[in-house]
């Protein structure tokens, strides 16, 4: 309890830092729906766009008819929402990557020996302060983007479809800011020191991009689309294809979760 709420106070200021301009830069950008897609400006992009080679709109993952068509409320979300997702990815898996490196970088493991609490503990502790964090960030971010959007809608948006969109693809997106979240403590448990931390995620995370990337301009490479979460969690392929394999990478969570208690369990800490 008492590790609990210290892993609580170190990264509360993070997580309104974090919470605070992902909301702010969602409703900026849902303000700008109505302003952007008039009439006329919606025929303009129309035309725009359909100049463009199909490759190239699918590689920014740009639809002009379905359920993510950008010239729609749902649509337009999913296209910028992108790339605040990718944002989120980092912030998921940094918050793991700092979860058990950050006592030992910082000199104070010694503090975490004096406590009656096992290494298995350790990890336990750290793991739900994470994961509640990680939620309440994703729970406000939601409650902000439903809201921004049934502020700015137009009258002929309905707010069913749109609570059901935003519904699915925050749902969705969690398992795989939770998969970061996990992936990141493991590699916790690998790496020296804190500071190497940012560059590990921000080199994961836009690995994992730029395979869902690869996958859309070179067919021979379409596989790769399978091996990227982010490419899976792209609200626009969510509105459009669901998440079928949120099972797969929920249990590839619980895999990294096991190794971050195997590997800490036998790691030998730097006093």
């Known amino acids: 309890m008492i590790l609990s709420k210290i892993e609580w106070r170190n990264q509360r200021k993070s997580l ?26 919606k025929d303009s992009m129309a035309t725009l766009m359909s100049e463009f080679p199909e490759s190239l709109l699918a590689t920014f993952h740009i639809s002009l008819s379905g359920p993510a068509n950008l010239l729609q409320p749902l649509g337009f979300f999913a296209y910028y929402f992108q790339y605040l997702f990718l944002a989120a990815c980092v912030y998921a898996i940094l918050l793991g990557i700092q979860s058990l490196i950050q006592e030992e970088s910082a000199g104070t493991i010694d503090f975490l020996y004096a406590q009656p609490i096992s290494r298995e503990q350790i990890v336990a502790n750290k793991w739900f302060v994470q994961t509640i964090i990680l939620s309440l960030f994703w729970f406000v ?12 809608k137009e009258k002929t948006d309905t707010v069913a479809a ?42 994961i995370v836009f690995g994992f991009y730029l395979l869902g990337i690869v996958s859309n301009l070179y067919a021979p ?29 929920f249990l590839i969570s619980l895999l990294f979760i096991a190794l971050t208690f195997f590997v800490y369990h036998r790691k030998d800490f730097r006093h």
């Open 162 to 203: 749109i609570v059901e969109g935003i519904s699915a693809i925050y749902w969705n997106e969690w398992f795989v800011l939770w998969f970061f979240l996990t992936l990141g403590m493991f590699l916790s448990t690998l790496i020296h020191h804190a500071n190497q931390g940012t560059s590990v995620a921000l080199s």
């Open 141 to 152: 971010s939601a409650c902000t983007s439903l809201g921004g959007l049934l502020l700015f």
């Open 221 to 249: 490479l379409d596989f790769l689309a399978s091996l990227s979460p982010i490419h899976q969690g792209i609200p626009a392929t969510i509105l459009e294809q669901g998440f079928p394999h949120k099972g797969i990478l």
């Open 16 to 41: 309104l830092i974090w919470t605070a301009v992902f909301s702010l830069l969602s409703l900026l950008f849902s303000a700008i729906y109505p302003q952007m897609f008039t009439p006329v400006l």
